[in-house]
């Protein structure tokens, strides 16, 4: 395995340059199931020793415990990494078991202290509005945020699941630096209307689960496979006749692999980044690990190049998908577009 560091994209028009694949960090204390905390550090410093520089976390994954987790490695390293977290789902006061969205200044404000105290740095990066809260003005949400770069308490803003009618009005208020949402040969909603919104004002894109939240590497092939805490289980892609389905869907891929001598998971990925050159604008896939011979696997996929016959084969992918990316797509810009 070569040691060879990543390429590189710019966050933004005038954002930082971070390495062309990030890495999610939910999954090292939230929602896949148990995590080795040895395992998951080694995870971080071998992301870094091969270019890796954005992590992703938010103060939603574990109740801010992953926050927390990664804190002593962020300090170790603060400057030569991109920290991005983000802000908007609450615990619902009258059912401490689901999440609301708020959107709102007190909110806000309270939310980015907590992760500055959490993460213990003087700045972050890279501050996302985690879900879109239709009852409160985007112009006030970003106003605010906007309130936080000039207080020096973040530097530059994101949006996570916007429509591109809400990117643009967002922008409008304050320069957005990337966009995440999800994006892979599973899901592919925003290529419509919001990947050329992003590329027309300058946004880069941050695509999240661009492995089908483990489903296109072939790791597991329905819900039953996995942990009772595994939030994948509640997710109706991986759920009976669903999985079963999907799972037929992974045969092109396997043909492409078989052809690079590359893993299921490094075509994924590999038509992700790919992404880039066919609609012309800067793509940062976060694929979560909590290994270090993944992310090896995963940032040598930045260096495999599809064929033009190979992108016609897994094109069809995504229209034969069955069911939802969430059991709630309000939570989601599809469900808005």
Not at 42 to 52: I, M, P, Q, S, Y
Not at 209 to 228: I, N, Q
Not at 274 to 282: D, E, F, K, T
Not at 303 to 330: H, N, W
Request: glycine residues 8%; aromatic residues 6%.
């Amino acid at each position: 395995m070569t040691d060879s560091r990543i390429a590189t994209a710019r966050l933004g028009a005038n954002g930082p340059e971070v390495g062309v694949q990030g890495l999610g960090c939910m999954g090292m204390s939230f929602a896949y199931g148990p995590s080795d905390a040895d395992e998951s550090r080694a995870t971080l410093e071998r992301a870094l020793e091969l270019g890796v520089t954005l992590y992703d976390t938010a103060d939603a994954y574990g109740a801010g415990e992953n926050e927390r987790f990664l804190s002593p490695f962020f300090r170790a390293h603060r400057d030569e990494l991109v920290i991005a977290t983000k802000f908007a789902l609450a615990i619902d006061p009258d059912d401490p078991t689901k999440r609301i969205i708020r959107n709102d200044a007190p909110y806000i404000r309270q939310c980015v202290e907590a992760s500055l105290k959490r993460l213990d740095v003087d700045v972050i990066d890279l501050y996302y509005m985690h879900r879109r809260d239709v009852n409160v003005p985007l112009e006030e949400t970003v106003g605010v945020m906007a309130e936080l770069v000039r207080e020096g308490k973040i530097k530059h803003l994101g949006l996570s699941e916007v429509t591109a009618a809400e990117l643009r009005t967002a922008h409008a208020v304050h320069p957005i630096a990337a966009v995440q949402s999800e994006w892979s040969l599973f899901s592919r909603d925003i290529e419509a209307k919001v990947v050329p919104a992003a590329r027309e004002l300058g946004v880069t894109l941050v695509p999240y689960s661009p492995l089908g939240r483990g489903f296109l590497t072939g790791s597991f092939a329905k819900a039953e496979d996995l942990t009772a805490g595994d939030f994948r289980r509640q997710q109706p892609r991986y759920t009976g006749e669903n999985a079963a389905a999907n799972a037929a869907l992974l045969d092109p891929i396997r043909t492409v692999a078989e052809a690079h001598g590359a893993t299921l998971g490094q075509i994924a990925l590999a038509w992700v980044q790919q992404r880039a050159s066919v609609h012309g604008l800067p793509i940062v896939p976060i694929p979560g690990t909590r290994k270090p011979s993944r992310v090896e696997e995963n940032t040598a996929a930045t260096r495999i190049v599809l064929t033009e016959d190979e992108l016609a084969l897994l094109e069809p992918i995504a229209s034969k998908v069955a069911g939802d990316r969430y059991a709630d797509m309000r939570f989601a810009s599809a469900g808005r577009e």
